[in-house]
Protein backbone atom coordinates (compact mmCIF):
# COMPACT_ATOMS: atom_id res chain seq x y z
CA UNK A 1 0.00 0.00 0.00
CA UNK A 2 1.39 3.57 -0.77
CA UNK A 3 2.00 5.71 2.04
CA UNK A 4 0.62 9.00 2.00
CA UNK A 5 2.59 12.05 1.99
CA UNK A 6 3.03 14.61 4.55
CA UNK A 7 1.15 16.84 2.46
CA UNK A 8 -1.93 14.41 2.38
CA UNK A 9 -1.60 13.57 5.89
CA UNK A 10 -1.58 17.55 6.75
CA UNK A 11 -4.59 17.98 4.93
CA UNK A 12 -6.64 15.36 6.44
CA UNK A 13 -5.48 15.73 9.86
CA UNK A 14 -6.36 19.17 9.61
CA UNK A 15 -9.79 18.53 8.31
CA UNK A 16 -10.68 16.12 10.72
CA UNK A 17 -9.31 18.33 13.62
CA UNK A 18 -11.54 21.05 12.51
CA UNK A 19 -14.88 18.65 11.73
CA UNK A 20 -13.58 16.66 15.40
CA UNK A 21 -14.16 20.38 17.15
CA UNK A 22 -17.14 21.50 15.61
CA UNK A 23 -18.96 18.39 17.11
CA UNK A 24 -17.43 18.63 20.14
CA UNK A 25 -18.16 22.52 21.03
CA UNK A 26 -21.38 21.58 19.84
CA UNK A 27 -21.45 19.18 22.41
CA UNK A 28 -19.83 21.80 24.59
CA UNK A 29 -22.53 23.96 23.92
CA UNK A 30 -25.71 22.04 26.06
CA UNK A 31 -23.26 21.92 29.11
CA UNK A 32 -22.34 25.38 28.60
CA UNK A 33 -18.33 24.90 28.75
CA UNK A 34 -18.00 25.73 24.93
CA UNK A 35 -19.74 26.87 22.15
CA UNK A 36 -19.36 27.92 18.22
CA UNK A 37 -19.82 31.55 18.46
CA UNK A 38 -17.06 32.20 20.22
CA UNK A 39 -13.47 33.87 19.46
CA UNK A 40 -11.83 30.23 20.05
CA UNK A 41 -13.79 28.58 17.29
CA UNK A 42 -13.47 31.11 14.86
CA UNK A 43 -10.12 32.57 15.05
CA UNK A 44 -7.78 29.87 17.36
CA UNK A 45 -9.35 26.66 15.75
CA UNK A 46 -8.53 27.61 12.19
CA UNK A 47 -4.87 28.67 13.46
CA UNK A 48 -4.75 24.97 14.60
CA UNK A 49 -5.98 23.94 11.06
CA UNK A 50 -3.24 25.75 9.33
CA UNK A 51 -0.40 25.04 11.58
CA UNK A 52 -1.18 21.26 11.51
CA UNK A 53 -1.24 21.43 7.57
CA UNK A 54 1.96 22.76 7.49
CA UNK A 55 3.55 21.33 10.07
CA UNK A 56 3.10 18.31 8.20
CA UNK A 57 4.23 19.04 4.74
CA UNK A 58 7.18 20.92 6.12
CA UNK A 59 8.72 17.37 7.57
CA UNK A 60 9.51 16.34 3.91
CA UNK A 61 9.71 20.16 2.18
CA UNK A 62 12.11 22.50 3.54
CA UNK A 63 11.69 25.05 0.51
CA UNK A 64 8.56 26.59 0.71
CA UNK A 65 7.75 30.07 0.98
CA UNK A 66 5.78 31.67 3.17
CA UNK A 67 3.26 32.59 0.60
CA UNK A 68 3.15 28.95 -0.33
CA UNK A 69 2.47 28.50 3.36
CA UNK A 70 -0.30 30.38 3.46
CA UNK A 71 -2.32 29.06 0.39
CA UNK A 72 -1.69 25.39 1.21
CA UNK A 73 -3.58 26.28 4.89
CA UNK A 74 -6.76 26.64 2.96
CA UNK A 75 -6.64 23.01 1.65
CA UNK A 76 -8.25 21.44 5.24
CA UNK A 77 -10.18 24.56 5.26
CA UNK A 78 -12.04 24.13 2.32
CA UNK A 79 -12.75 20.41 3.00
CA UNK A 80 -13.48 20.81 6.28
CA UNK A 81 -16.65 23.67 5.46
CA UNK A 82 -17.70 21.31 2.48
CA UNK A 83 -18.13 18.04 4.88
CA UNK A 84 -19.77 20.60 7.64
CA UNK A 85 -22.09 21.42 4.65
CA UNK A 86 -22.76 18.22 3.21
CA UNK A 87 -23.31 16.53 6.97
CA UNK A 88 -25.55 19.53 7.97
CA UNK A 89 -23.59 20.68 10.74
CA UNK A 90 -23.45 24.02 9.40
CA UNK A 91 -25.25 25.93 6.80
CA UNK A 92 -24.50 28.26 3.58
CA UNK A 93 -24.85 31.67 5.57
CA UNK A 94 -22.87 30.51 8.53
CA UNK A 95 -20.25 29.08 5.74
CA UNK A 96 -20.11 32.11 3.73
CA UNK A 97 -19.63 34.45 6.55
CA UNK A 98 -16.63 32.15 8.38
CA UNK A 99 -14.81 31.61 5.33
CA UNK A 100 -13.10 34.55 4.78
CA UNK A 101 -11.96 34.48 9.15
CA UNK A 102 -10.67 30.90 8.46
CA UNK A 103 -8.51 31.52 5.64
CA UNK A 104 -7.22 34.08 6.94
CA UNK A 105 -6.28 32.61 10.61
CA UNK A 106 -5.36 29.06 8.91
CA UNK A 107 -2.61 31.00 6.54
CA UNK A 108 -1.76 32.60 10.17
CA UNK A 109 -1.30 29.11 11.74
CA UNK A 110 0.43 27.89 8.92
CA UNK A 111 3.22 30.27 8.31
CA UNK A 112 3.73 30.25 12.25
CA UNK A 113 4.22 26.28 11.81
CA UNK A 114 6.87 26.87 9.24
CA UNK A 115 9.00 30.05 11.96
CA UNK A 116 8.46 27.10 14.19
CA UNK A 117 9.84 24.73 12.12
CA UNK A 118 13.01 26.43 10.52
CA UNK A 119 13.75 28.52 14.36
CA UNK A 120 12.87 26.41 16.99
CA UNK A 121 12.54 23.12 15.36
CA UNK A 122 13.45 21.13 18.90
CA UNK A 123 10.13 22.57 20.41
CA UNK A 124 8.14 21.79 16.55
CA UNK A 125 5.50 18.69 18.39
CA UNK A 126 5.30 20.52 21.73
CA UNK A 127 3.93 23.79 20.27
CA UNK A 128 1.82 21.76 17.57
CA UNK A 129 -0.24 20.24 20.59
CA UNK A 130 -0.25 23.69 22.55
CA UNK A 131 -1.76 25.33 19.26
CA UNK A 132 -4.29 22.11 19.06
CA UNK A 133 -5.23 22.66 22.66
CA UNK A 134 -5.32 26.03 22.69
CA UNK A 135 -9.52 26.59 21.61
CA UNK A 136 -10.32 24.00 24.49
CA UNK A 137 -9.10 25.54 27.06
CA UNK A 138 -10.01 29.15 26.35
CA UNK A 139 -13.42 28.22 25.19
CA UNK A 140 -14.98 27.38 28.57
CA UNK A 141 -13.24 31.02 29.89
CA UNK A 142 -14.84 32.41 27.16
CA UNK A 143 -18.39 31.50 27.44
CA UNK A 144 -18.23 31.81 31.33
CA UNK A 145 -16.55 35.23 31.86
CA UNK A 146 -17.26 37.37 28.27
CA UNK A 147 -19.83 38.69 27.20
CA UNK A 148 -20.06 41.27 24.44
CA UNK A 149 -22.48 42.93 22.81
CA UNK A 150 -23.24 45.53 20.34
CA UNK A 151 -26.05 47.54 18.65
CA UNK A 152 -25.31 49.41 16.04
CA UNK A 153 -27.73 51.01 13.02
CA UNK A 154 -27.60 50.63 9.10
CA UNK A 155 -29.03 53.34 6.70
CA UNK A 156 -29.35 53.71 3.00
CA UNK A 157 -31.11 55.63 0.94
CA UNK A 158 -32.68 56.41 -2.70
CA UNK A 159 -34.13 58.65 -4.72
CA UNK A 160 -37.06 57.94 -6.26
CA UNK A 161 -38.67 60.19 -9.43
CA UNK A 162 -41.87 60.47 -7.51
CA UNK A 163 -43.90 62.65 -5.34
CA UNK A 164 -43.97 61.91 -1.19
CA UNK A 165 -47.28 60.76 -1.44
CA UNK A 166 -46.97 58.39 -4.17
CA UNK A 167 -43.94 56.79 -1.76
CA UNK A 168 -45.82 56.91 1.14
CA UNK A 169 -48.40 54.18 -0.31
CA UNK A 170 -46.19 52.24 -1.39
CA UNK A 171 -44.59 51.02 2.31
CA UNK A 172 -47.19 50.10 4.73
CA UNK A 173 -48.55 47.29 2.49
CA UNK A 174 -46.04 45.92 0.21
CA UNK A 175 -48.01 43.45 -2.03
CA UNK A 176 -46.67 40.04 -3.04
CA UNK A 177 -43.17 40.57 -4.88
CA UNK A 178 -42.80 38.26 -7.86
CA UNK A 179 -39.66 36.15 -8.81
CA UNK A 180 -38.11 38.79 -11.09
CA UNK A 181 -39.19 41.46 -9.40
CA UNK A 182 -36.82 41.55 -6.79
CA UNK A 183 -33.68 42.75 -7.35
CA UNK A 184 -30.58 39.46 -7.20
CA UNK A 185 -28.52 40.49 -4.30
CA UNK A 186 -25.14 38.78 -2.16
CA UNK A 187 -27.75 38.25 1.29
CA UNK A 188 -29.64 35.61 -1.67
CA UNK A 189 -26.68 34.06 -3.39
CA UNK A 190 -25.39 33.00 0.32
CA UNK A 191 -28.97 31.35 1.27
CA UNK A 192 -30.92 34.18 3.12
CA UNK A 193 -34.56 33.97 2.05
CA UNK A 194 -35.88 36.99 0.11
CA UNK A 195 -38.85 38.87 1.46
CA UNK A 196 -42.18 38.02 -0.43
CA UNK A 197 -44.89 40.83 0.65
CA UNK A 198 -46.01 42.94 3.59
CA UNK A 199 -49.57 43.75 5.10
CA UNK A 200 -51.07 46.07 8.01
CA UNK A 201 -53.79 45.21 9.86
CA UNK A 202 -54.65 49.11 10.71
CA UNK A 203 -52.81 52.51 10.29
CA UNK A 204 -51.19 54.18 13.13
CA UNK A 205 -49.06 53.77 16.14
CA UNK A 206 -49.53 50.33 17.72
CA UNK A 207 -50.67 48.98 14.12
CA UNK A 208 -48.87 45.60 13.39
CA UNK A 209 -47.06 44.72 10.05
CA UNK A 210 -46.80 41.37 9.32
CA UNK A 211 -43.58 40.87 6.42
CA UNK A 212 -43.75 36.68 5.13
CA UNK A 213 -40.26 35.97 3.44
CA UNK A 214 -39.32 32.91 1.78
CA UNK A 215 -39.08 29.09 3.20
CA UNK A 216 -41.84 30.15 5.82
CA UNK A 217 -40.02 33.02 7.49
CA UNK A 218 -43.51 35.28 8.94
CA UNK A 219 -42.44 38.50 11.78
CA UNK A 220 -44.17 41.43 13.10
CA UNK A 221 -43.31 44.92 13.51
CA UNK A 222 -45.59 46.81 15.43
CA UNK A 223 -45.62 50.51 14.22
CA UNK A 224 -44.26 53.06 17.11
CA UNK A 225 -44.19 56.17 14.87
CA UNK A 226 -46.66 56.72 12.32
CA UNK A 227 -46.48 60.43 10.46
CA UNK A 228 -48.00 60.34 7.05
CA UNK A 229 -45.39 61.36 3.91
CA UNK A 230 -42.91 62.12 6.94
CA UNK A 231 -41.70 58.51 8.36
CA UNK A 232 -43.05 55.32 9.81
CA UNK A 233 -40.80 53.84 12.57
CA UNK A 234 -41.57 50.49 14.04
CA UNK A 235 -40.39 47.79 16.20
CA UNK A 236 -39.32 44.24 15.24
CA UNK A 237 -41.68 41.89 17.19
CA UNK A 238 -40.22 38.26 16.47
CA UNK A 239 -40.37 35.05 17.80
CA UNK A 240 -37.80 32.73 16.72
CA UNK A 241 -39.43 29.44 17.03
CA UNK A 242 -42.13 30.18 14.63
CA UNK A 243 -39.12 30.89 12.11
CA UNK A 244 -38.26 27.27 10.40
CA UNK A 245 -34.82 25.93 11.63
CA UNK A 246 -34.08 25.56 7.43
CA UNK A 247 -34.79 28.81 6.57
CA UNK A 248 -32.19 30.76 7.93
CA UNK A 249 -28.49 29.40 10.06
CA UNK A 250 -29.12 29.05 14.01
CA UNK A 251 -26.47 30.81 14.99
CA UNK A 252 -28.05 34.02 12.40
CA UNK A 253 -31.28 33.50 13.25
CA UNK A 254 -33.60 36.34 13.47
CA UNK A 255 -34.70 37.03 16.87
CA UNK A 256 -32.19 34.24 18.06
CA UNK A 257 -29.52 34.63 20.48
CA UNK A 258 -26.94 35.71 18.64
CA UNK A 259 -28.44 38.22 16.41
CA UNK A 260 -31.29 40.38 15.96
CA UNK A 261 -32.84 43.50 14.54
CA UNK A 262 -34.49 45.64 17.22
CA UNK A 263 -35.89 48.45 15.08
CA UNK A 264 -36.60 49.94 11.61
CA UNK A 265 -38.45 52.77 9.96
CA UNK A 266 -38.74 54.60 6.85
CA UNK A 267 -38.41 58.21 6.35
CA UNK A 268 -39.74 60.26 3.35
CA UNK A 269 -38.12 64.06 2.40
CA UNK A 270 -38.77 66.21 -0.09
CA UNK A 271 -36.04 67.41 -3.13
CA UNK A 272 -35.26 70.70 -4.59
CA UNK A 273 -36.62 69.10 -7.66
CA UNK A 274 -39.93 67.66 -6.43
CA UNK A 275 -38.71 63.53 -6.28
CA UNK A 276 -38.36 61.86 -2.93
CA UNK A 277 -35.88 60.53 -0.79
CA UNK A 278 -36.36 57.27 1.08
CA UNK A 279 -34.41 56.61 3.77
CA UNK A 280 -34.98 53.04 5.37
CA UNK A 281 -32.30 52.73 8.79
CA UNK A 282 -32.39 49.15 11.09
CA UNK A 283 -30.90 48.83 14.40
CA UNK A 284 -29.24 45.78 15.15
CA UNK A 285 -27.87 43.60 18.24
CA UNK A 286 -25.36 41.44 17.99
CA UNK A 287 -24.10 38.94 20.88
CA UNK A 288 -21.57 37.33 19.40
CA UNK A 289 -17.84 37.80 20.79
CA UNK A 290 -16.77 38.59 17.52
CA UNK A 291 -16.54 42.48 17.57
CA UNK A 292 -15.73 44.13 14.12
CA UNK A 293 -16.12 41.42 12.47
CA UNK A 294 -19.25 40.46 12.69
CA UNK A 295 -20.48 44.09 12.60
CA UNK A 296 -18.55 44.15 9.12
CA UNK A 297 -20.82 40.95 7.91
CA UNK A 298 -23.94 42.45 9.85
CA UNK A 299 -23.46 45.98 8.03
CA UNK A 300 -22.87 43.96 4.45
CA UNK A 301 -26.33 42.03 5.13
CA UNK A 302 -28.29 44.97 6.06
CA UNK A 303 -26.58 47.25 3.47
CA UNK A 304 -27.33 44.66 0.70
CA UNK A 305 -30.73 44.25 1.62
CA UNK A 306 -31.95 47.69 1.98
CA UNK A 307 -30.51 48.62 -1.08
CA UNK A 308 -32.53 45.47 -2.52
CA UNK A 309 -35.92 47.09 -0.88
CA UNK A 310 -35.23 50.37 -1.94
CA UNK A 311 -34.64 49.52 -5.22
CA UNK A 312 -37.89 47.98 -5.62
CA UNK A 313 -39.77 50.85 -3.87
CA UNK A 314 -38.32 53.14 -6.33
CA UNK A 315 -39.72 50.74 -9.23
CA UNK A 316 -42.75 50.41 -8.10
CA UNK A 317 -43.74 54.28 -6.94
CA UNK A 318 -42.21 55.34 -10.23
CA UNK A 319 -44.38 53.01 -12.12
CA UNK A 320 -46.71 54.48 -10.22
CA UNK A 321 -46.68 57.93 -11.03
Keep these: MKMLSPKHIGIILGALY ?61 VFLLVSVATLLEGSICVAMAL ?83 PLSFSQFIGIPRPLQADMDAN ?39 IPDNALDKHVKLGGEYFSPLYGGYYLTSTSDGHTRLTLKTTVQDNTSFGIYSRFWGEVIFQDFHHSLLTLLKKRSEKAV
Excluded at 18 to 46: D, Q, W
Excluded at 107 to 114: F, H, K, Q, R, T
Excluded at 205 to 229: H, L, Y
Design 18 to 78: GIAMRVFIEFGNTMNFSSLVTISFMFLVPVAIGYIRIYYECKANQSMSYKQMAVKTWQPIF
Design 204 to 242: GVGAIRTSKWQKGVVFKEVITDWQPNQHMLYRFDIDPDL
Design 100 to 182: PAFMLFASIGGMLAGFVHRTWVQKDKKVLMSVAFLPLVLSPLEVNLLALSQTYEVKNDIVIHAPIEVVWRQLADVSYIEEGEF
